[in-house]
T-cell receptor, first 111, second 112 residues
Framework: QKEVEQDPGPLSVPEGAIVSLNCTYS??????FMWYRQYSRKGPELLMY????GNKEDGRFTAQVDKSSKYISLFIRDSQPSDSATYLC???????????FGTGTRLKVLA | NAGVTQTPKFRVLKTGQSMTLLCAQD?????MYWYRQDPGMGLRLIHY???????AKGEVPDGYNVSRLKKQNFLLGLESAAPSQTSVYFC???????????FGPGTRLTVL
């Protein structure tokens, strides 16, 4: 079983839709959670960073962490064609060097 | 402030050839990582460094060597390239464990 599971998609939505991207994990030692956006042929760039259960909002993006269910989500409101990219979740268990990445969900927002 | 840069951006090698990938960061970060990214497999850690002069193996280190002679640079070497090393290579740096990683733009390597 992988430490982090992420649906690879692709996920196609119309412009303006609310998008929900999810990751589940199995290791309760994960303390910090990140979402990265990766455009085609580019490096991942950080979108959201959180370490506690609950919601964190930044503009059209909301990151949600449920440690009891070992589940994290990224919501994108009013999605735009420019949001079309692959979204990677990442987690860090305290006390180690290794970050665990999901395989990424490919999102396409149709104009 | 360039962040993390990688050279070259693209490279085609023949089996058995060697090459070095260069990663440079201008954020004075202690930690630097080398990953490879393959379809369906996500980012896999090759080697990492916790400071100048230090290196350590990640989860897929075979066939690669690294050096960190200067804090701002992290070099990844392929001594004898194999087709299985065809991949996109990303370097990342971070200030401290638990912090966010800053990624470079990647090097796309093809080994024929």
């Amino acid at each position: 079983q992988k430490e982090v599971e992420q649906d690879p998609g692709p996920l196609s939505v119309p412009e303006g839709a609310i998008v929900s991207l999810n990751c589940t994990y199995s290791n309760s030692a994960f303390q910090y959670f990140m979402w990265y956006r990766q455009y085609s042929r580019k490096g991942p760039e950080l979108l959201m960073y959180t370490y506690s259960s609950g919601n964190k909002e930044d503009g059209r993006f909301t990151a949600q962490v449920d440690k009891s269910s070992k589940y994290i989500s990224l919501f994108i409101r009013d999605s735009q064609p420019s949001d079309s990219a692959t979204y990677l979740c990442a987690m860090w268990p305290s006390g180690t060097y290794k970050y665990i990445f999901g395989t990424g969900t490919r999102l396409k927002v149709l104009a | 402030n360039a962040g993390v840069t990688q050279t070259p951006k693209f490279r085609v090698l023949k089996t058995g050839q060697s090459m070095t990938l260069l990663c440079a960061q201008d954020m004075n970060h202690e930690y630097m990582y080398w990953y490879r990214q393959d379809p369906g497999m996500g980012l896999r850690l090759i080697h990492y460094s916790v400071g100048e002069g230090t290196t350590a193996k990640g989860e897929v280190p075979d066939g690669y060597n690294v050096s960190r002679l200067k804090k701002q640079n992290f070099l990844l070497g392929l001594e004898s390239a194999a087709p299985s090393q065809t991949s996109v290579y990303f370097c990342a740096s971070l200030r401290a464990l638990g912090d966010t990683q800053y990624f470079g733009p990647g090097t796309r390597l093809t080994v024929l």
